[in-house]
């Protein structure tokens, strides 16, 4: 590891202190909202009500008991599985809970940085310090920071030659399931049994797990509810023009067809497909990651925080230039700040995620992480995968 200079340090400091007073305008009132639906489902859970646990009345009335005068739902939209894993924090009163799940996040960034500092070196920390997404996240209650985390373990754990345990690490994902919906025809595409096999593994018991707890009764009521573009005190989906992926692309646009959101999702998924097929490891890292997220409508900038891994895969270990000034762009505040200024401007975030993809495309053969050679899940993981 190198030595961090003191001029990193500062400019580290002075960004957290901007994230953290930006962070304070938002913080008091994300409990009783983004991090109210966490709660709410690990609460459900906790009183033995998980086979009605995404209806929305019973979701509302949950809520309502927390917080009176709470306008509308803040509907829990992640499987049984999840609920039950925030029964710990449901056990604790709210505040509590909020504080050290806050807590918890702003940890696991740290250690997400501390291995970016460890494999990329100092410079990596400022590109680290500069995202807003994690920030946004993290200050709105969100579990943004669990994801990049998992999504460093799986590539780790691939990086060192174990592919099957770097599958059920990202199928731990699923709590989260549109950031991983690409991953198993990636992962199939480049050949990755083992992977593939651990993924799905972990999938179907997490599944199992969610149907027995649930039942038949609350597996309807979720699909139902992820179907569901409104409710009546709530929504699934507010601000569509706000979103990262394809939704944000055509609300900005003015795009409302069917027909060309099904066409955008296939190219896309084809040109990923193409592009993973020829490509490296990391270059499975690199773009599967931001097609996943860019195929679903309802994708927020907080969302972008697993990035962190493409973008800095691609800015320390590619020589295709394109593609490093696209990543060091995306790296900035400003494409995800600008989703926040509203239609027409929050267009900079979606296409700018979608410019970074494709230029990533076009080097993911050689040009793209071309030290990808020397790594464990490409030199010795033919055999192994």
Partial sequence: MKRIPVSTILIIIGLCALWVALGSRIWPTSMKHDFLNFYSGGGLALEGRLHVLHDPAVQLEYQRRLVPNL?????????????????????????????LWTALQIALLFGCWTWAWRRFGPDALVFAAFSLPAALGIASGQDCALMLALLIVSFELGERGKPASAGVALALMLGKVHVVLLWPLALAVQKRWRMLAGFCATGVVLGIVSLALGGIEDARLYLALLQSKSLDLGTVSPSPERMISY??????????????????????????????RRGTWRALFV????????????????????????????????????????????????????ALAGKPWAIASSASLLTFFLLSTGGADGRLLPSASSSPADAAGHKKR
């Fill in 71 to 99: 306008p509308q739902l803040v509907p829990f939209l992640r499987p049984v599985f999840y609920a039950v894993a925030m029964v710990p924090f449901a056990a604790l009163p709210l505040r509590a809970s909020f504080v």
């Fill in 247 to 276: 939704g944000g692309l055509f609300a900005n646009l003015g795009i409302e067809s069917k027909w060309a959101a099904a066409l955008f999702i296939a190219a896309l998924t084809a040109v990923l497909l193409i592009a993973v």
């Fill in 287 to 338: 773009l599967t990651p931001v097609a996943s997220l860019m195929i679903v409508p309802h994708v927020y900038g907080y969302d972008a925080t697993l990035l962190l891994v493409p973008l800095l895969l691609t800015i320390f270990e590619t020589t295709f230039k394109p593609a490093r000034i696209a990543a060091a762009l995306l790296a900035t505040p400003l494409p995800f700040g600008m």
